[in-house]
């Protein structure tokens, strides 16, 4: 058995993931173990859980990959302070120190890092101890990376691969094929042109935090008018017609600065950006519009590009932009491709797995069966469209199987592990028998209560799916409001998912594929949607909020769109199990799921991080695996501090 350890480390979302002999064993983010939202530094704590997972040592690692290269990104800082110089001299300080005392040393870093992660805490001890391992270090493209990521887990057996970010160490985007176990990029797009970094600086300028505010802009556009889309093709980024973007570097200062726009593009858009938490107006909807529909623009030309390229008739993407599912579901409807695939932790921490599974395929040379060749994927093209009966089990899905589990990769406690929590904090709870589960949360739902969900092995990636969720009835009015102004505490406008059952996705939404990873948006078809007034029609801004739009108001956002996960009983049985008993009880497949957390806060990982977020928050109940807690039994919880201060808002 050959076992090889990813790793993602030092920008954001450091992570770790274990293969062994093609599989994936356990993968995880360093932020759920520390609970610091994107946490950068090295993971020890994802690393130790992956090797607690392979139940192995990290002196039983055959390869340990990194999934970028240190030292072609340090040669692109010290080009760009050069091509700026003397401007961003304050920058470069800023950076310097910790490249000199760490980053230029990675191999002997990540050795010592290691060793702490196999359980030896002291510096000095860890030194020592880094000499032990025999495992060859290797270092991978990060683009190379986000590609493998893409592509090796797919179902495809061949595809087009096109991966979208900020900057790796010089591309911004790639483009490639993937075929059989080998992955080609054929070309890139290199920094400072960006559209990961051109949205970022929206983020920015809207008031949100770069790096992890994006997907709150994509939430906000529905509010606005493209208004601004001219002027910034006009003078900040042309857009050509394979997609490539060559950006107007007067207007932006990431390049030399630490600020990502400057005083002249205050200037374009009348006013400086706007503060972080003060009031949003519909300057910054109209502005997250514009750059979201420039955004769709790029990449579906982007995607004819590599289709005329490649010839091939699927996709596959990675990188942050590629959780842009806006338009990724733009790309699926409009775009040359009868298929696409998404990879769920599209971003940094996906490189972790990218680099593991590229040293298996693409250094050790070994074979991979994908999905498609082993005949438990089939193409959406020629499948008839699915029996929508009353009676799931009478519907006929296609085959569908890919190599990321779910994405259900993390951690998982056992009831008798819960049990023993719950117990030891004198907490009350009623253990159900597993069978009977299913139903009793559903009566929950259908009462309109709100239920935290922890069950099973916690998701890789920046998407709840049923693991670590909150859970709510789609068909409420008020759902949408109580969860985010009670339960999350963030913003009013930001929508919420639908989660709904494979077999009956087409009934309620534009959509007849799969989104297992929640990567894709579609709208509610019209027959579930709410005819409105004239008045409310002619409502803007933030006032269209809180107008019932379907059958499902608590997942359709104002544009009738839904981030839409499917959900299927080979993938998470207890989790579909608990939508088809409110489907029996309701006639509606659909509940709202969010990520179990609150603003500011990693997605929980351990049952005593549900049991706290539970607690802080106005959810009714918590589902511990099949132990179920109710609010009104809890002891009152007492903390010494505010919690609130705990976390950075993003």
Request: glycine share 8%.
């Amino acid at each position: 058995m050959t076992s090889i350890l990813g790793i993602s480390a030092f920008y954001h979302d450091s992570a770790a993931c274990l293969v062994r002999d093609g599989e994936i064993i356990a993968a995880a983010q360093e932020e759920r173990f520390t609970r610091i939202k994107h946490d950068h530094n090295f993971p020890v704590h994802a690393a130790r859980y992956c090797l607690k997972e392979a139940g192995i040592t990290a002196e039983q690692l055959d390869y340990v990959g990194f999934y970028d290269k240190p030292l072609l990104k340090f040669d692109r800082l010290l080009e760009t302070y050069l091509d700026y110089a003397p401007s961003g001299f304050r920058s470069f300080l800023k950076s310097m120190p910790l490249w000199m005392k760490e980053k230029l040393w990675m191999p002997d870093l990540i050795r010592i890092e290691m060793a702490k992660a196999n359980g030896v805490e002291d510096e000095r001890a860890a030194k020592k101890a880094r000499k032990k391992f025999e495992w060859k270090l290797l270092f991978g493209d990060h683009h190379e990376s986000h590609a493998a990521s893409a592509f090796y887990p797919s179902p495809f057996e061949e595809a087009a691969i096109l991966t979208i970010d900020g900057v790796g160490e010089w591309a911004t985007s790639s483009i490639g094929i993937g075929t059989g176990n080998e992955i080609t990029l054929l070309k890139e797009l290199r920094f400072p042109d960006s559209l990961g970094l051109l949205y970022s600086a929206f983020t920015y300028y809207t008031g949100f935090r770069v790096n992890s505010g994006e997907y709150k802009v994509m939430g906000l556009a529905p509010y606005g008018e493209p208004k601004y889309a001219g002027l910034i093709r006009d003078k900040l980024a042309e857009i050509r017609d394979d997609g490539s973007i060559r950006m107007n570097h007067e207007y932006f200062s990431y390049s030399q600065g630490l600020r990502m726009t400057n005083t002249a593009f205050d200037k374009v858009f009348d006013g400086p950006p706007r503060l972080p938490e003060s009031k949003i107006t519909q300057r910054e909807m109209d502005l997250a519009r514009s750059i979201q529909v420039i955004t769709e623009e790029a990449m579906l030309k982007m995607a004819g590009f590599v289709h005329r390229e490649t010839g091939m008739k699927r996709l596959c993407m990675a990188g942050g932009v590629a959780l842009n599912c806006v338009a990724n579901g733009r790309l699926l409807r409009e775009g040359p491709f009868e298929d696409i695939w998404i990879q769920p932790a599209a971003g940094d921490a996906g490189g972790a797995l990218g680099i593991a599974l590229a040293i298996w395929h693409r250094y050790l040379g070994k074979p991979r069966i994908s999905a498609e060749k082993a005949g438990s994927w089939k193409s959406s093209t020629g499948v008839p469209p699915l029996n929508h009966s009353q009676d799931a089990r009478a519907t006929t899905l296609p085959p569908y199987f890919d190599g990321m589990k779910g994405s259900y990769l993390g951690p998982q406690d056992s009831v008798a592990e819960i049990e023993e929590f719950l117990q030891t904090k004198n907490l009350p709870y009623k253990n159900y028998p597993r069978e009977q589960l299913p139903g009793i949360v559903a009566g929950l739902l259908a009462d309109e209560k709100i239920v935290g969900l922890h069950q099973g092995r916690m998701e890789f990636g920046p998407r709840a799916l049923g693991a670590r969720s909150i859970i709510g009835d789609a068909r409420s009015a008020a759902m949408q409001s109580v969860m985010n102004l009670k339960i999350k505490y963030r913003e009013s406008f930001r929508p919420f998912a639908p989660s709904v059952l494979r077999e009956h996705l087409a009934d309620w939404f534009e959509l007849d594929y799969e989104s297992p990873y929640m990567m894709l948006v579609a709208d509610v078809v019209p027959r579930r949607r709410r005819e409105m007034s004239e008045e409310e029609k002619g409502l803007f801004g933030i006032s269209k909020l809180n107008i019932k739009r379907s059958e499902i108001p608590a997942v359709t956002h104002v544009d009738y769109s839904a981030r839409i996960q499917t959900v299927r009983r080979e993938t998470n049985p207890l989790y579909w199990e608990i939508i088809e008993a409110f489907r029996q009880k309701t006639g509606c497949p659909v509940i709202v799921n969010t990520s179990f957390n609150v603003r500011g806060e990693p997605i929980v990982c351990t049952p005593e991080d549900s049991y706290r977020c539970f607690m802080r928050t106005e959810m009714d109940y918590l589902v511990l695996e099949t132990c179920v807690l109710d609010k009104r039994d809890q002891p009152p919880f007492e903390e010494k501090t505010d919690w609130r201060s705990e976390f950075k808002l993003d």
